[in-house]
């Protein structure tokens, strides 16, 4: 399996939106609606943030949203916090009990 | 609440194995697949393997196949990642998550540093 194409980074002011995109292949992003996105501090294990490419699990921000489009999903951060810098990775289903991660995005705030 | 406890910080040399713990409590442990992800100092996360705890079916990804092996332990449990022949990019983090149902791994381990050194 190859890895989900994201961008290195993206950075954004406080209070401003940013959008990380993550583009997979038919055989991943494109078929299923299984696309998940993680959090991750400099020394702590990932965090769900967007499940099934949409979905926010209990107590995560609705600043956070998810969305996907074809073989792209995307990561919106609205209202841009100093707390949001961090490295965002995407993840989707793959078929057959697999699964495929994005190369990650570290965001900045400016 | 649900919780993944790894073991310990391991350091093995070239050729050697490595079997790594996540014990896991808060959930009915056979009702959820379990899946390990690495990540090499300063890279990003890669998706290793998936076991069903029901039924103890797995799936690797494809250049690892060979050299790796999940279980679990249902009285305890506990899963297991053994990693053979270590190499020296094997060195990494390696983290047990459980699959949410989603398609997401909903809750994560906090880690294991396995160091492959001469």
């Known amino acids: 399996q190859s890895t989900l194409t994201q961008p290195a980074s993206v950075s954004g002011s406080p209070r401003q939106s940013i959008t990380i995109s993550c583009t997979g292949t038919?055989?991943?992003?494109?078929?299923?609606?299984?696309v998940s996105w993680y959090q991750q501090y400099p020394g702590k294990a990932p965090k769900l943030i967007i499940f099934?490419?949409?979905k926010r699990p209990s107590g995560i921000s609705n600043r956070f949203s998810g969305s996907k489009s074809g073989n792209t999903a995307s990561l919106t951060i609205s209202g841009l916090q100093a707390a949001d810098e961090a490295d965002y990775y995407c993840?989707?289903?793959?078929?057959?009990?697999?699964?495929?991660f994005g190369g990650g995005t570290k965001v900045t705030v400016l | 609440q649900v919780q993944l406890v790894q073991s310990g910080a391991e350091v093995k040399k070239p050729g050697a194995s490595v079997k790594v713990s996540c014990k896991t409590s808060?959930?009915?442990?056979?009702?959820?697949?379990l899946s390990w992800v690495r990540q090499a100092p300063g890279q990003g996360l890669e998706w290793m393997g998936w076991?069903?705890?029901?039924?103890?079916?797995?799936q690797y990804v494809e250049n690892l196949r060979d050299r790796v092996t999940l279980t679990t332990d249902t009285p305890t449990s506990t899963a297991y990642m053994e990693l053979r022949s270590l190499k020296f990019d094997d060195t990494a983090v390696y983290y047990c998550?459980?699959?949410?149902?989603?398609?997401?791994?909903?809750?994560w381990g906090q880690g294991t540093l396995v160091t492959v050194s001469s």
């Open positions: 998550a459980r699959e949410g149902g989603g398609g997401d791994f909903d809750f």
């Open positions: 808060g959930y009915t442990f056979i009702s959820y697949g």
């Open positions: 076991i069903s705890a029901h039924k103890g079916n797995t």
């Open positions: 038919i055989t991943d992003v494109g078929t299923y609606n299984l």
């Open positions: 099934e490419a949409n």
């Open positions: 993840s989707s289903y793959a078929g057959r009990s697999s699964w495929v």
